[in-house]
T-cell receptor, first 112, second 114 residues
Framework: GAGVSQSPSNKVTEKGKDVELRCDPI?????LYWYRQSLGQGLEFLIY????????KSGLPSDRFSAERTGGSVSTLTIQRTQQEDSAVYLC??????????FGSGTRLTVV | AQSVTQLDSQVPVFEEAPVELRCNYS??????LFWYVQYPNQGLQLLLK??????LVKGINGFEAEFNKSQTSFHLRKPSVHISDTAEYFC????????????FGQGTTLQVKP
């Protein structure tokens, strides 16, 4: 597509439920990133996929968070047993190479 | 480890006035620097970046920034702002030109008043 597409744009979930957030990167972009934007923590790196290499998971805050990227394209970020502190905007970005990120509009997650 | 500090959380300014948004970084190795803008309910848009070469970098929408290695700064400037520049601005750094894994500052909200 023309840009990075994220779905849903908004998600409200009950505490303890699992959620899946989806990211469709720009076609041909080999790198894909997830960031989290929250009031208390600002913009934080979560995870990074580059081609067929093992992902860089160094930013995931706990083992409740996981992500996969299927076929080198679409990525899903999964949060298990959501907590209120998980409420944030989750941003996805893709890049053809290097620091040339194009960001999506994000998914606003609210845990009630 | 690297870190980024944006010294002002909010900057109010009148339309057509000049503005400077300050950014300082900390790193023991060479860095690559970026400024992004975020309009309400949108993602981040790249304003400009410094990878190498001239320390004065020009970006979109009339913005420019100067990389100052001795002061570890990368301040963003615009000589005359418009109402449409009202947004949140983020400074970011990476230590590799091969990755878009960025460390962001806390952001500065630019409020342009008529």
């Amino acid at each position: 597509g023309a840009g990075v597409s994220q779905s849903p744009s908004n998600k409200v979930t009950e505490k303890g439920k699992d959620v899946e957030l989806r990211c469709d990167p720009i076609s041909g972009h080999t790198a894909l990133y997830w960031y989290r934007q929250s009031l208390g923590q600002g913009l934080e790196f979560l995870i990074y996929f580059q081609g067929n290499s093992a992902p860089d998971k160094s930013g995931l805050p706990s083992d409740r968070f996981s992500a996969e990227r299927t076929g080198g394209s679409v990525s899903t970020l999964t949060i298990q047993r959501t907590q209120q502190e998980d409420s944030a905007v989750y941003l996805c970005a893709s890049s053809p190479s290097g620091p040339r990120n194009t960001f999506g509009s994000g998914t606003r997650l609210t845990v009630v | 480890a690297q870190s980024v500090t944006q010294l002002d959380s909010q900057v109010p300014v009148f339309e057509e006035a000049p503005v400077e948004l300050r950014c300082n970084y900390s790193s023991s190795v060479s860095v690559y620097l970026f400024w992004y803008v975020q309009y309400p309910n949108q993602g981040l848009q790249l304003l400009l970046k410094y990878l190498s070469g001239s320390t004065l970098v020009k970006g979109i929408n009339g913005f420019e920034a100067e990389f100052n290695k001795s002061q570890t700064s990368f301040h963003l400037r615009k000589p005359s702002v418009h109402i449409s520049d009202t947004a949140e601005y983020f400074c970011a750094v990476t230590v590799s030109s091969n990755t878009g894994k960025l460390i962001f500052g806390q952001g500065t909200t630019l409020q342009v008043k008529p």
